[in-house]
């Protein structure tokens, strides 16, 4: 057996710096983690975003991605979504007690490596070990800074009549891959996590128009309960098109077989745009062009009626309400 | 029983959307928490600070506080550790399903009250539940961001032979509540943790002299560890005079009982402040002046000789030196 977390690790004991400074300071090394002060210190000016997010997910590992990819792609998602450059981000981990540190080791390369894939830095961070039964293997706790240029104005209250929505890709494969291993299904056609950081598409998008007025990240609650969150900041109503949301064979098929509908299922790597309708088609081809939007499509406007409600147009032409997820559908899926 | 916390608070659904807005944004409210994008946004120019920290502590109402109180403090206490006036937090919640939604409303409740002392506002945040048994009833990680003044300059590499060493109060205070309420130690003298906000405290002393080169707040690992943490980064020698280093009854009557030494155990409103010889005294005053400094002593010297080492000199007059902390002291303490 390989060797373990153990509970000095996480005291501010010897043992504590000795885990900092290999398992974590040396894989993720820069300037500013490296002074090793309370706090980072950085020169800045401007309109800042400022975000945080825990990540508990199980289990740790899955198709397409980790709990340490996931920690970093979910704020650079959080604050890309808010218009910003994705600068800095703190890192927070809550270890139990007998997690291998092989499995640390891991997580903590995939943070490395999804850093570097999104051009940002860990400059601060904290390691508590706790004993065994008090946290499932391993949670992750990622704030970020990111700077938002001038004329860049995106809220999920700028929505407005006339906008198109623009998916970036599929829906469904995040929490459907994350379903599959936890629960031990087999499915016919395998699916893999959508886990990507985002802040490259966007720069994309908002290079090719400053008319976007609102990006959203689907995550927990699916791209359904996003767009109702939209709906109702901004007070105007959603119609969508079902046979143009993206979804990919695996997810359909996973769904029918489990009563699922893709529209709730969580995504990590995916956005949601609304954009004024000159620019739309603009933003299309600069997504199109990115690794992370080749699936991208508009899937609906925003209309003057039905203020703070999501319709959605079935592939037979009827009209049905789409409501925000109600009750828990998959629990610890990000 | 009363109503508890349930999965699908944590959903992303509307019952998560319910919990968010009726006991976490109504009592915290502020105009940039109420906007709900993916991040806050805020303008800001100059030097910033960046820190984060998870709270793990069991059991989570202590005396002298609680998991909220001690999650506002450690963060604020940790940018004003860098000299920096603390502005914003975030606030990152993982709840236990099944924790009691009583408890839930008095950790929120407190951690409103104690930002509201700090003079902070927590703008941004998240919220997950997990199954019972994946975490121990709830875990608290807070971010924080603050601005650094012209002509401050402070970090554990600042310390400079000649330097007087400054503790604002009592050691021990923190780790043995926490202790003696788990263990359930009935001592003759209870004793109350320290927690507390120390950006006032740090804005007197910052007031009194700029000449201030270290700040640090002795948590986990106790004075002994942060000492040596600056002896080490600093490349100097600390000497401390071990009947400067004020105890209370009650600390130093549990230490004796169990065999601990309060020199390790975790403070939460506590600072060792590093200064300019000529500028101690100044430093001083303004600290007894102030609520959280009221016992604030010299207790040290910085020294050229022993670089990197923490020597105490004991009452008879005999030296001995104090290591970092090995091993595991009190686990889960913050």
Redesign the interface.
């Known amino acids: 057996m390989g060797k373990t977390v153990?509970?000095?690790h996480?005291?501010?004991?010897?043992?504590?710096?000795d885990l900092v400074e290999k398992n974590l300071l040396q894989p993720l090394h820069n300037d500013l983690l490296a002074?090793?002060?309370?706090?980072?210190?950085?020169?800045?000016?401007?309109?800042?975003?400022?975000?945080?997010?825990?990540y508990?997910v199980?289990p740790i590992f899955f198709p397409g991605g980790d709990i340490g990819r996931l920690a970093v792609c979910g704020t650079v998602?959080?604050?890309s979504?808010?218009g910003?450059v994705p600068l800095?981000l703190?890192?927070?981990?809550?270890i139990e007690e007998g997690l291998p540190l092989e499995d640390l080791d891991k997580i903590v390369n995939s943070i490395k490596v999804t850093t570097e894939e999104a051009g940002i830095q860990v400059?601060?961070?904290?390691t508590?070990?706790?004993?065994k039964?008090?946290?499932?293997k391993i949670?992750i706790?990622t704030?970020?800074?990111?700077l938002?240029s001038d004329g860049v104005d995106i809220?999920?209250?700028n929505a407005k009549a006339g906008d198109k929505i623009i998916l970036s890709g599929s829906i469904g494969d995040h929490g459907i891959a994350v379903l599959s291993l936890r629960e031990g299904f087999d499915f016919k056609v395998p699916v893999q996590s959508d886990c990507a950081p985002l802040n490259g598409l966007v720069a994309d998008m908002l290079e090719a128009s400053k008319n976007i007025h609102v990006l959203?990240?689907p995550?927990?609650?699916?791209l359904a309960?996003t767009l109702n969150e939209i709906a109702s900041?901004s007070d105007v109503g959603i119609s969508i098109f079902e046979d143009k949301v993206p979804v990919h064979d695996g997810v359909r098929g996973a769904c029918e077989l489990l009563g699922f509908d893709p529209l709730y299922i969580?995504n990590e790597g995916k956005t949601v745009a609304f954009v004024a309708a000159d620019d739309a088609e603009k933003v299309l081809a600069a997504m199109k062009n990115n690794n992370y939007g080749k699936e991208a499509a508009i899937i609906g406007e925003v209309t003057e009626s039905r203020k703070g409600k999501v319709v959605l147009k079935t592939r037979l032409g009827a009209s049905r309400m789409i409501?925000?997820?109600?009750?828990?559908?998959?629990?610890?899926i990000c």
Chains 1, 2 share one sequence.
């Open positions: 153990i509970l000095a996480g005291s501010g004991s010897k043992l504590s710096h002074k090793l002060d309370d706090s980072a210190v950085f020169d800045v000016r401007g309109k800042l975003a400022f975000t945080t997010d825990s508990v199980s998602n959080d604050l979504m808010s910003a800095y703190s890192l927070a981990l809550i400059i601060t961070g904290d508590k070990v706790v004993n039964g008090s946290v499932d949670f706790n704030a970020g800074i990111g938002i809220s999920g209250s959203r990240d995550t927990r609650g699916g309960t900041q969580a409501d925000m997820l109600t009750g828990e559908l998959l629990p610890r």
